[in-house]
T-cell receptor, first 115, second 109 residues
Framework: GAGVSQSPRYKVAKRGQDVALRCDPISGHVSLFWYQQALGQGPEFLTYFQNEAQLDKSGLPSDRFFAERPEGSVSTLKIQRTQQEDSAVYLC?????????????FGEGSRLTVL | KNEVEQSPQNLTAQEGEFITINCSYSVGISALHWLQQHPGGGIVSLFMLSSGKKKHGRLIATINIQEKHSSLHITASHPRDSAVYICAVTREYGNKLVFGAGTILRVKS
C-alpha cells in the first residue's frame, strides 16, 4: 500500500489476555519504530528495527512486551497478560533511512483498551 | 526535566492569526521533527530539520542549533490547522525519537 498500515485499529482485551498488533510499513523502508501513546501524552519510544534486526528495545516497559520483524518488512508487537496500564495507542512509523534521521511515516495507530 | 519541552501546551487563536509554537531540547541531536496529529488520527510529518529554516505553504520551521531551540510558525491560520503539534528529536547518538508533550492548537473561525 501507499502508507504505513496498522491493524487492528481498535482492540478491546480483558485483563490477562494476550494481544498482537501488526504494522505493515511502506515497502522498502529500512527502519521501523514502535511507540506507545497514552491519552493526552506524547508518544513514548518502545523499540526500533533496522531491517530484521531489533537494534533498540530499551523502551519496552516490561518482559510482557515483545516485538519482531522476521523478514524485515511486517512487524508484530505482542503484549502478553495485558494489564490496564497497557491501554494506549500503539503507533508504528517507518523511514527509508537508518535511525530517526529520515522523514517519518506513521500509521494510524492501534488503540488498545484493556478492561 | 524532559529532554524536549514545548510551549505553549494549549493555544487558541482566531482565524487569520500568526501562530508560533516553540520547542527546546537539552540533548545533542542529529535531526528535529515537527509532526501534526489530528484527533483520532495518525501522525503526519511536517518538517525534518537539522539546520536553518524550511517552508511549506503556510508553515515555516526554524532551528537554532546553538540555542537548542526550534519554532513552528503558521501564517494566516485556519480552523483546519486545529490539531496537536509535536516536536521530536533524534538524539545525536542512537536511533530513537524523543517526543515533546505536544501543543494543542485550536483555531476559531
Amino acid at each position: 500500500g501507499a502508507g504505513v498500515s496498522q491493524s487492528p485499529r481498535y482492540k478491546v482485551a480483558k485483563r490477562g489476555q494476550d494481544v498482537a498488533l501488526r504494522c505493515d510499513p511502506i515497502s522498502g523502508h529500512v527502519s521501523l519504530f514502535w511507540y506507545q501513546q497514552a491519552l493526552g501524552q506524547g508518544p513514548e519510544f518502545l523499540t526500533y528495527f533496522q531491517n530484521e534486526a531489533q537494534l533498540d528495545k530499551s523502551g519496552l516497559p516490561s518482559d510482557r512486551f515483545f516485538a519482531e520483524r522476521p523478514e524485515g518488512s511486517v512487524s508484530t508487537l505482542k503484549i502478553q497478560r495485558t494489564q490496564q496500564e497497557d491501554s494506549a495507542v500503539y503507533l508504528c512509523a517507518s523511514t527509508t533511512r537508518r535511525g530517526g534521521t529520515g522523514e517519518l511515516f506513521f500509521g494510524e495507530g492501534s488503540r488498545l483498551t484493556v478492561l | 526535566k524532559n529532554e524536549v519541552e514545548q510551549s505553549p501546551q494549549n493555544l487558541t487563536a482566531q482565524e487569520g492569526e500568526f501562530i508560533t509554537i516553540n520547542c527546546s531540547y537539552s540533548v545533542g541531536i542529529s535531526a528535529l521533527h515537527w509532526l501534526q496529529q489530528h484527533p483520532g488520527g495518525g501522525i503526519v510529518s511536517l518538517f525534518m530539520l537539522s539546520s536553518g529554516k524550511k517552508k511549506h505553504g503556510r508553515l515555516i520551521a526554524t532551528i537554532n542549533i546553538q540555542e537548542k531551540h526550534s519554532s513552528l510558525h503558521i501564517t494566516a491560520s485556519h480552523p483546519r490547522d486545529s490539531a496537536v503539534y509535536i516536536c521530536a528529536v533524534t538524539r545525536e547518538y542512537g536511533n530513537k525519537l524523543v517526543f515533546g508533550a505536544g501543543t494543542i492548537l485550536r483555531v476559531k473561525s
